[in-house]
């Protein structure tokens, strides 16, 4: 971890962060597994990739996932996201893509949402490792810690900021959001298993953009076609 680069504005308010004993422990364990040779997903340089591309003070928008695609070649640091060429689009992101349709009448057919990230829309896992074919092999090893650490970041920004908890794993974080300063969207998740239940017709696309406008910020343009 000492040799990743994250953007400045993360760096110094998660200092403390990267000093305590929950994160030189997760160095530790992540050192053992590559030890042992075992593929971590993402490559490292993508840990923080979230971050990277979404620095603190151009966040609007905070999509909480819960940990990276364990299929080499999808999980690229933004939660839901894989790059362009990937396909068959992963399931969870097929049905944010029907509700996005449904909504505001927007098909998109590429998985890569760097797009977003960039408009201020920070896809953040809560755990930011997995190993290869192993899903949810890397919770509760230290990364919620330092997740928890952004989230409480971003909870103490002097500015409304939306938060959208989809299933019950990310809707644990809720407890640590001031709902009072912030917009706080929870729905089921979009995986197959539960989107039936309540995420689709959840318009969450919609809300989102009227709430930045109503404070004064511009919309998410939520199309992720390829320029």
């Excluded at 504005?9 to 929950?22: D, E």
């Excluded at 074919?133 to 409480?152: C, L, M, P």
């Excluded at 239940?197 to 199309?223: C, M, T, V, Y």
Aim: positive net charge; charged residues 20%.
């Amino acid at each position: 971890m000492d040799s990743i680069q994250l953007d400045e504005g993360w760096k110094n308010c998660l200092s403390k962060t990267f000093a305590s004993q929950q994160m030189q422990q997760l160095k530790a364990f992540l050192r053992s597994e590559k030890d042992q040779k075992k593929v971590i997903l993402p490559h490292s340089n993508l840990w923080f990739n979230a971050l990277n591309c979404t620095p603190i003070d151009k966040v609007k928008v905070v999509i909480l996932g819960q940990d990276p695609y364990p299929t080499p070649g999808h999980a690229h640091g933004l939660c839901f996201s894989v790059l362009p060429d990937v396909k068959p689009i992963p399931k969870s992101l097929i049905n944010i893509y029907k509700e996005l349709q449904d909504d505001l009448g927007i098909n998109n057919h590429n998985g890569h949402l760097q797009s977003w990230a960039e408009q201020g829309v920070l896809l953040l896992n809560s755990v930011l490792t997995v190993e290869s074919g192993k899903a949810n092999s890397h919770q509760g090893r230290g990364w919620e810690y330092f997740t928890d650490a952004v989230i409480h970041q971003l909870n103490n920004l002097n500015r409304p900021l939306v938060f959208v908890l989809w299933g019950s794993y990310a809707q644990k974080k809720g407890v640590i959001i001031d709902s009072q300063k912030h917009f706080v969207l929870r729905s089921p998740h979009p995986s197959p298993l539960s989107a039936y239940r309540g995420f689709f017709g959840s318009k969450p696309f919609s809300k989102i953009n009227q709430f930045l406008q109503e404070n004064a910020q511009s919309g998410i343009d939520w199309s992720t076609q390829l320029k």
